[in-house]
Structures are given as structure tokens and as C-alpha cells.
């Protein structure tokens, strides 16, 4: 069995992919970064999430010498040019500060109308072989940035966007709804082809 080795210490990522590669009735064994505690965690220096993304990849392949996928994902405002994009999770200034994120883009928004909150959620996942070979594809969720958040479930900018034909929030859609409509898990599932093609 093949060792596939996923570029996050984020359980969640990891059972989700874990879900995806058995659906697609990949026998491949799926670890995360954590099953290697020596390799440091990679610098995102790309300009794009594919970039971002490859960087993760081939990084963790050279350093483990078994194939590794890595995703990078973020919001994309219309209004604001893409933006925060690849600085989704600290454009606030600090990495990972969700509420601070969010408070931030809902205050430079908060005169924007309802039928110029257009947004969507970008994720770019890569699969990279320790030869060098690498595959990247994207996925998409595209929705509204509502005024206030709610809902409690998912994580970052979840409680603002609504996706297209829906009334709830990404927050409000249960772990099973969101994972079926989802930015992440339409690249990973994007990306099985390529497994399959260079994994067997």
C-alpha cells in the first residue's frame, strides 16, 4: 500500500481526505505532517494558492520520500479585488486569529450592498512525487458575504459567506452538507484522477 502523506497537522483536513480518497475506492494509506515530527512546517511564499500549495507538497515529498498532497484555500472578495486571498488567515496581521479576520473584513465591507458582496472560497490542492512530478487543480464555493455571522460550525470566514442557493451560512450547514459543496473537498476531489494516474 502506497503512503500518502498530507501536508497538515489539521485532523479535520485529514479525515476529510481520508473520506474522499476511500469514496474514490483508493486503497492508499493517508497520514498527516504529524506522523513526522522533524520535518518543520513550510513557508508560504508563493503569490498564488497553487503555489502555496506545491510549496507544501513537494517540500514535504523531498522530505519524507513518499507522495504528498498539500492545499492552500482562502476568501476572495469581489469588491475587493480577490482580496484577502492568500492572506486569508492572517489579514488581520496575526496568523490564525479567525475573529480578528473577521472582524476586520466585515468593518471594511460594512458599507458595501447586499448585491455587491459577491465572494467565493478558492482552494488549490497539490500532489507531489519525491521525483518531482506534481499535479495541482482547484475548487470553488461561491456565495454572498452576509452582514453579521452566524452559525458556529467550520472555522475562518465560514459564519459570513452564504453559498449560491442557500440560506445558511457555511457555519449553519452540518459537517456532511459543507463537505459536499465545499471549496476543499471539490479539489480533493479533483485531484483523485491524478492520484490514481500516478499512484496506481
Not at 40 to 62: C, R, S, Y
Not at 86 to 108: E, K, M, P, T, V
Request: net charge negative.
Amino acid at each position: 500500500m502506497t503512503r500518502l502523506i498530507l501536508a497538515t497537522r489539521n485532523t479535520g483536513k485529514i479525515t476529510e481526505l481520508r473520506s474522499i480518497l476511500a469514496d474514490a475506492g483508493l486503497p492508499h494509506e493517508l497520514v498527516g505532517a504529524d506522523a513526522y515530527p522533524d520535518v518543520p512546517d513550510v513557508k508560504e511564499t508563493g503569490t498564488t494558492f497553487a503555489d502555496n500549495a506545491l510549496l507544501k507538497a513537494h517540500a514535504l515529498a523531498q522530505a519524507t520520500g513518499h507522495p504528498a498532497v498539500a492545499d492552500d484555500s482562502g476568501l476572495c472578495v469581489d469588491v475587493l479585488g480577490g482580496a484577502p486571498g492568500i492572506f486569508s488567515a492572517r489579514w488581520a496581521g496575526r496568523h490564525g486569529d479567525d475573529q480578528a479576520n473577521l472582524d476586520l473584513l466585515l468593518a471594511q465591507l460594512s458599507d458595501i450592498p447586499d448585491d455587491h458582496r459577491g465572494a467565493h472560497f478558492a482552494c488549490a490542492a497539490a500532489l507531489a512525487l519525491p521525483d518531482g512530478t506534481e499535479r495541482v487543480v482547484e475548487g470553488r464555493l461561491r456565495g454572498t458575504l452576509r452582514h453579521t455571522p452566524a452559525g458556529t460550525g467550520g472555522f475562518g470566514y465560514d459564519p459570513i459567506l452564504q453559498p449560491d442557493d442557500e440560506t445558511r451560512t457555511c457555519a449553519e450547514l452540518s459537517a456532511a452538507e459543507k463537505n459536499a459543496i465545499s471549496h476543499r473537498g471539490k479539489a480533493f476531489r479533483a485531484l483523485v484522477p491524478a492520484v490514481r494516474e500516478l499512484l496506481g
